[in-house]
């Protein structure tokens, strides 16, 4: 009986009614009160749900997924982009690589030691694997990873279980900023912001390039070459005009602030000219 009036009730307004709406149509026109859970399990069994805004996935993956999001773990950059040691901070991004065939995504880790590129992947897809298949790149380059921190937004993919096993795996402590800000992760948005000017925009045009008028066979080698030339030639000011490499090289076991002690026989101020 109850099915027939659910039934009829959908037939009428065209699929449109939800459960917990149905509850209260129903007791309107019985005079008796229902459980919504009833009436859900009724309509999910005799396929009569409603047809707006159905749900993309069950209930055990919604369930799954909030508890995901309540164990996110925290920020342990804040936003002070910078490292005394290579390899002990690092942070992490996605940018899009537009080319005539389709996008193509770049999933980057650079180092906040030196700005060195050390790990990264192209995909035509943006998911998960593109991120753990950029940190096992890392992983083959760098032997002792463990203990280090690894930045990026909130990003779903950065949130699956999958990736956050994976460093868990490798003794990498993960850090997570806030979705929607850029400020979160400004040291790989400016990266990505390089790469896209002094590697695209110069060499294709950057409206060929966000319209999508250049081909694969050339985005992606460029981008390959940058890379390389980024990390082995290009001068960074804050390096002493040194390339990431170059200054790692030179500075293996990184660069601590030096303590200056007081000389004897200077008065506050003659000390503080000399410094």
């Excluded at 700005?115 to 298949?133: H, M, P, R």
Aim: proline fraction near 4%.
């Amino acid at each position: 009986m109850i099915g027939q009036a659910i039934s009829k009730l959908q037939e009428e307004h065209h699929n449109s009614i939800g459960y917990r709406h149905m509850v209260t149509l129903l007791e309107k026109d019985t005079g008796k009160k229902l459980g919504s859970r009833r009436i859900r399990r009724i309509m999910k069994e005799k396929e009569l749900q409603s047809a707006v805004r159905r749900k993309k996935y069950s209930d055990e993956v919604y369930i799954r997924r909030r508890k995901m999001k309540e164990s996110l773990p925290p920020d342990l950059i804040q936003r002070h982009f910078y490292a005394l040691e290579p390899y002990k901070r690092m942070v992490e991004d996605i940018t899009y690589l537009p080319c005539i065939e389709q996008t193509y995504y770049l999933n980057a880790i650079e180092d906040l030691y030196n700005g060195e590129i050390l790990a990264y992947t192209i995909s035509d897809s943006v998911d998960t694997k593109l991120c753990t298949d950029t940190v096992k790149v890392l992983m083959n380059r760098i032997q002792c990873i463990a203990g280090a921190v690894l930045h990026s937004d909130g990003g779903s993919t950065y949130q699956s279980y999958a990736y956050r096993s994976l460093l868990e795996a490798l003794g990498i402590r993960m850090s997570l900023g806030k979705t929607g800000s850029c400020y979160e992760n400004a040291a790989m948005e400016a990266l990505n912001g390089i790469i896209k000017t002094e590697c695209l925009y110069c060499r294709f045009g950057k409206s060929n390039v966000k319209n999508r008028r250049i081909p694969k066979r050339d985005i992606i080698p460029a981008v390959e070459a940058f890379i390389e030339f980024y990390n082995t030639e290009r001068p960074k000011e804050r390096l002493g005009f040194l390339s990431p490499v170059e200054f790692r090289l030179r500075n293996p076991k990184g660069t601590y602030p030096m303590v200056v002690k007081q000389e004897k026989g200077l008065t506050e101020q003659e000390n503080g000219k000399t410094m």
